[in-house]
């Protein structure tokens, strides 16, 4: 939609105050779209966010993640980590019923026990399960020698046992995944594949319709443990895929919530120090959370590859100090994200992170020197189409230090493609956080991930650093790891096998009617403790 268009449409709105009155008679029932669209209610295959959002509303994990990223008790009551961290005892709740199904005797939900847990954790690293998140399992959980069995067991209907292989201290936040959601295994297995569409959780909404494509109707559970919870009486989620007409139906009032915003209405919303315009405040709820995505160009700095003159530490360091973030994130941005001074691991997730590479041309210039920089050749910034204006922004701020960039715009499988193969030595990048912990991101530098295995597509091997990893894994001290985590950063931002960019955040339109909604900076979207007024 044009310009011009866009902003005739909204000051029609306004006139009208049509913002977010809400025409609905539904009072308790919450209205979502997902224009991205989703494949599975099955937590076997919550891999999207998508996936992830509404299979939160329909299952409980053992563990979850409160809004601060602390460790909080779900499924388990309590816990604890014994025989040198390799082994995790967990007591389960003993009021937690799986949501009634026609196919429990009866009809009615029976008890969820230990061996639910058990059985959901093998089926998800149950090749003919095919889930995306066996990982989570693999060569982390220890087998057993006869059965050759992961080893999950279920002493008594109360108590889950995990051993593990070696020490894993972040094993924890990896079980607050959705892939570690538990399930019924006679529905599961009534259903077999079809489960996706008749899904039986513990959470607090259980699935009532399900229209392909087109629809999910949710209703409250009546039943669910953490009484009184929830206070919904129903989620209603649309997956129209024009995010105009998310956007417009928001302002309407026929959406609760709007995730995400769409890059053509930033201008018309925000203002370029990333606040609402005047003529909005107050019509909704504007927010902007926190979220553990870094964005960032990587470089292939693996020297067996003839790829001068980013294999030179200096004229990488060189490229760093060029950067003006904070004009980069103000322009194009709408300060509505935060500059990349800290690192590559978001300083909200590691406590004590310092600055790096805060914009210094005549620094940069100094280091092309010193490194005997010659601008005959240029280099190949490799991207794609979304992130163009961010190419181009970072090739002017090299040309103005003397280094000659030239853009590849390329579909996004070309660039995943191409990183894996080793196939460009600059290149976008994002890392979006798997799990809320410092290692999740320092992994991606951990010589043992080279594509195309793992996600060092930079090729990055430092023997210092690797020791370093390996260490935090075993690490019981918390304040020992941070520190350990701390150096990690520091051997990599003095390397400079990235640029980081900046940190992203998820931007929320909410109406004035809505309370309680979660401010994850795993971008969760919790509705168990929203309320309408």
């Not at 990488?316 to 691991?345: C, H, P, T, W």
Request: glycine residues 6%; negative net charge.
């Amino acid at each position: 939609m044009p310009r011009g268009l866009i902003l005739f449409f909204l000051s029609t709105m306004l006139l009208l105050g049509g913002c977010q009155k809400h025409g609905h008679q539904d009072k308790n029932v919450f209205h979502w779209n997902i224009a991205a669209g989703f494949n599975s209610l099955d937590p076997a295959f919550a891999k999207t966010q998508s996936n992830i959002w509404l299979v939160n509303q329909v299952f409980n994990t053992l563990v979850e993640l409160d809004d601060s990223l602390h460790i909080q008790s779900s499924l388990a009551k309590s816990w604890e980590i014994a025989d040198s961290g390799k082994e995790y005892i967990f007591h389960l709740r003993n009021d937690v019923f799986f949501q009634d199904e026609p196919h429990f005797p009866g009809g009615k939900g029976r008890k969820m026990v230990a061996s639910d847990v058990v059985y959901s954790f093998n089926r998800i690293v149950n090749p003919k399960t095919a889930s995306t998140g066996a990982w989570v399992f693999h060569d982390k959980v220890a087998t057993d020698s006869i059965t050759h069995q992961y080893a999950f067991e279920a002493p008594d209907d109360s108590t889950v046992i995990i051993r593990l292989l070696k020490p894993y201290r972040p094993f924890l936040q990896l079980l607050t995944l959705k892939y570690c959601s538990v399930v019924p295994h006679e529905i599961v297995d009534f259903y077999g594949t079809e489960f996706r569409n008749h899904v039986i959780g513990t959470g607090p909404f259980m699935l009532k319709y399900y229209y392909e494509g087109e629809k999910i109707i949710l209703n409250r559970n009546p039943d669910y443990f953490e009484k009184p919870l929830p206070y919904l009486d129903a989620v209603v989620v649309s997956f129209n895929p024009s995010k105009q007409d998310e956007f417009f139906s928001f302002l309407k009032g026929d959406l609760s919530m709007m995730v995400g915003l769409d890059p053509s209405f930033k201008d018309n919303l925000l203002t370029s120090d990333g606040k609402l315009k005047d003529q909005f405040r107050g019509k909704f709820q504007f927010k902007k959370i926190p979220y553990l995505n870094t964005e960032f160009i990587g470089i292939l700095v693996d020297t067996t590859i003839d790829h001068l003159p980013l294999t030179n530490k200096k004229v990488r360091q060189a490229v760093n100090y060029a950067i003006d973030r904070n004009k980069m994130i103000r322009y194009l941005k709408n300060n509505s994200v935060d500059a990349g001074e800290y690192g590559f691991v978001p300083p909200y997730l590691l406590p004590g992170s310092k600055k790096y590479y805060e914009f210094n041309p005549e620094k940069a210039r100094q280091l092309l020197k010193e490194a005997n920089y010659s601008s005959n050749e240029p280099i190949t910034l490799t991207t794609t189409s979304n992130y163009l204006d961010l190419a181009v922004f970072l090739q002017r701020e090299l040309e103005d230090i003397g280094i000659k960039v030239v853009i590849d715009n390329v579909p996004g499988s070309s660039l995943s493609d191409m990183k894996t193969q080793s196939k460009t030595n600059f290149f976008r990048g994002s890392w979006v956080a798997d799990y809320a912990d410092p290692e999740n991101f320092l992994s991606v530098f951990y010589s043992k991930n080279w594509s195309p295995n793992g996600p060092n597509y930079s090729h990055f091997k430092n023997a210092e650093f690797d020791s370093l990893y390996e260490q935090s894994l075993i690490e019981s001290n918390d304040s020992a790891r941070n520190q350990e985590y701390l150096q990690m950063q520091d051997i990599v931002m003095d390397e400079a096998p990235v640029i980081v960019l900046y940190y992203d955040k998820v931007i929320r339109l909410v109406g004035n009617n809505i309370s309680g909604l979660d401010e994850s900076p795993i971008n969760l979207v919790s509705l168990k403790r929203v309320r309408m007024r």
